[in-house]
């Protein structure tokens, strides 16, 4: 994947269809590897490469056999290359799994897990897999004697306090006063997209359900968005780009956010939306920009409780569903609280405590770098 | 500033330059006020819009007086509606008061507080502003006795958990036995930008400085943004746009995020930056970008360190710096720990708390618009 040419000094990369792009000087001089400018155990920089001279050049490059190479600099730098470091920069998921989009035919037994089985190193690693691969995992037997949630979470990454605390309780009991109530069903949608930051990763964790509806809905807004995508590229455009101002009045706080309905992360790529029809505002546009808008939210809020995308399942006393909250819909079916108690407890963590686990995990799981990379000197 | 026009029937909004935008029947419709349609307390709707015909149309607009108007839709909807409320969506600020860019002329005066007078309504609410312009505020008399920082914390919004736990320690100590050692500077930074999400707010408190040095350093983003979009707008758009990858690596964690340095918010203002000198990784561009991309952010770190535009002052003991981690950079000057004990501690909240507040504090401070309506409806 990595080339060094030794006359005129030039290192290029060349990517599986054989495009050869160089590599420039500045670049490969930040990312030189002696103990002196790169601390061992993490990876941080020993000097501040902003401070490097514009002009900065490459005046030799020596191939020292295998993936080792030695680059000098024109400011008088010079060092040696492990070439197997760039590959970093050229992983579009930056080591994680490639997210996997599903609709409602996925097999539940992929996404199910028991909470026990993963105090395994093994199998943690291979539910974090399943959970960046989702943006959903469902676990069984989380205890249900007091808050347990915090437990799953704290061990997924690190609990998010908000005003409910450092969890909230979703609760209803049966009474005998209000015979004809029923509680309302909860279409698909993310929580809270008038915070900054927007709650990244949500557990939601059954600890009793004696009613007979109150079914959890959950839906894949990576598969729904490529199909709004393929239907209407204009209405997705819009989407993605002219930002909704959602507001949230509370008690003590009034929290407004603008940001467009489907993200894009920073690489261009979509990765989840914000998505509540009670709190956001369609914004200022042409006539014919404001239809067009709407045709698609409404086409997206269609696709969101579509049999063909959305799960319904009960959610069983001890089972708990941690998913990415703006990757995958939730919601609930409508329920007669009167048939019996309902009891859920929900928390939030960040987004990152996943993927930085996973990438950690995975690293150890490698046969050891440094150990392989002497022998490679020695060989060459 | 809204107009109400009754045949054919359209309603106008009007700018300070006179200039007259239509607003669309969806949009108005969406914003309907009747109790059946929106909750008062909450501003929650109770319908959901995203329903609604594309084609719809307004058929009838009758002006009745002041700032109200019955509007009529194809649908059949009819509604009073007060268009005071339309002017949120044309409110920039989106409630809150314009940042005001500072540099090394600011008053020190401005920006500081008195911590127990903050118990008092009036002076939190002027604090909350004086926070919101400059994004830092100084807080004097901060007691010293154990984790207060928390508390001040909670005052302004939630405590922010990281893998530190919910607050962190800053210290050193004289040790005989390494008289040499200086503790290094650190240049302007901000914090984390390798999580996600990165921490909105930080607080630090000095609980005792003894040593001469290690005066605190805090730089305004804003004003260098735009001193370097001057001087060189392509640089700074490169910078504003290409995407660098930030990776930290610690126990159980490897943690990389990419994003531009100078970030915009979603209506494309710029509000803050992401940058660690020690953590980026120059993005794979030609070289010519290469090189205007790296002299771009050769000069932010230029004018970061700036005595035009860096401050520096010894925070003392009982005083604490609240800023906002990605408007305003801080940093620190070396010191000799051997001069004596140096501690602080430091935490983080969410960037949603002090803007939430204080739309909340206004709006109760404002006259009552419930009474007003009446009044304006009887006048009508």
């Given at each position: 994947m990595f080339h060094v040419q030794e006359s005129p000094a030039k290192v290029f990369a060349t990517d599986a269809a054989g495009t050869r792009t160089e590599l420039p000087a500045?670049?490969?001089?930040?990312?030189?590897?002696?103990?002196?400018?790169?601390?061992?155990p993490t990876q941080q920089r020993l000097f501040?490469?902003?401070?490097?001279?514009?002009?900065?050049?490459?005046?030799?490059?020596?191939?020292l056999g295998g993936h080792w190479a030695r680059l000098t600099f024109s400011d008088g730098h010079t060092g040696r290359y492990d070439l197997r470091h760039f590959a970093d920069d050229f992983d579009q998921e930056d080591g994680l799994p490639t997210p996997r989009p599903w609709n409602s035919d996925i097999d539940f037994a992929c996404i199910t897990r028991d909470w026990e089985a993963l105090s395994d190193h093994d199998a943690f690693r291979e539910a974090l897999e399943t959970y960046l691969r989702h943006g959903v995992i469902i676990l069984q037997n989380v205890p249900t004697d007091g808050a347990r949630l915090v437990e799953v979470g704290e061990t997924f990454g690190h609990v998010r306090s908000t005003n409910f605390g450092k969890y909230f309780e979703v609760c209803s009991r049966p009474e005998s006063n209000d015979l004809a109530y029923r509680s309302v069903p909860l279409a698909p949608h993310t929580d809270n997209p008038y915070r900054d930051p927007v709650p990244g990763i949500q557990l939601l964790h059954c600890l009793t359900n004696e009613t007979t509806g109150g079914l959890s809905t959950l839906v894949d807004s990576l598969a729904v968005a490529e199909q709004l995508r393929e239907e209407d590229p204009e209405g997705y455009?819009?989407?993605?780009t002219v930002p909704v101002r959602f507001?949230?009045?509370?008690?003590?706080?009034?929290?407004i956010e603008r940001r467009p309905m489907i993200h894009l992360d920073a690489m261009g790529k979509m990765d989840g939306v914000h998505y509540s029809p009670r709190l956001d505002y369609l914004p200022l546009m042409d006539e014919e920009s404001t239809k067009a808008f709407h045709r698609a939210r409404r086409r997206l809020g269609e696709l969101f409780a579509h049999?063909?995308?959305?799960?319904?399942?009960?959610?069983?006393?001890?089972?708990?569903?941690?998913?990415?909250?703006?990757?995958?819909?939730?919601?609930?079916?409508?329920?007669?609280?009167?048939?019996?108690?309902?009891?859920?407890?929900?928390?939030?963590?960040?987004?990152?405590?996943?993927?930085?686990?996973?990438r950690?995990?995975?690293?150890?799981?490698?046969?050891?770098?440094?150990?392989?990379?002497?022998?490679?000197v020695t060989a060459a």
């Open positions: 500045l670049w490969l001089r930040e990312r030189c590897q002696e103990p002196e400018s790169l601390d061992g501040n490469p902003h401070q490097l001279d514009a002009d900065l050049a490459l005046v030799a490059a020596e191939h455009r819009l989407l993605a507001r949230f009045i509370d008690d003590g706080v009034e929290l049999p063909d995308y959305e799960i319904q399942f009960p959610l069983g006393d001890g089972e708990l569903m941690m998913f990415d909250n703006n990757r995958v819909l939730h919601g609930r079916t409508a329920y007669d609280p009167n048939e019996g108690f309902r009891h859920l407890q929900g928390c939030y963590i960040d987004r990152d405590g996943p993927t930085g686990h996973y950690a995990i995975v690293k150890q799981a490698r046969p050891h770098q440094a150990t392989e990379t002497t022998e490679s």
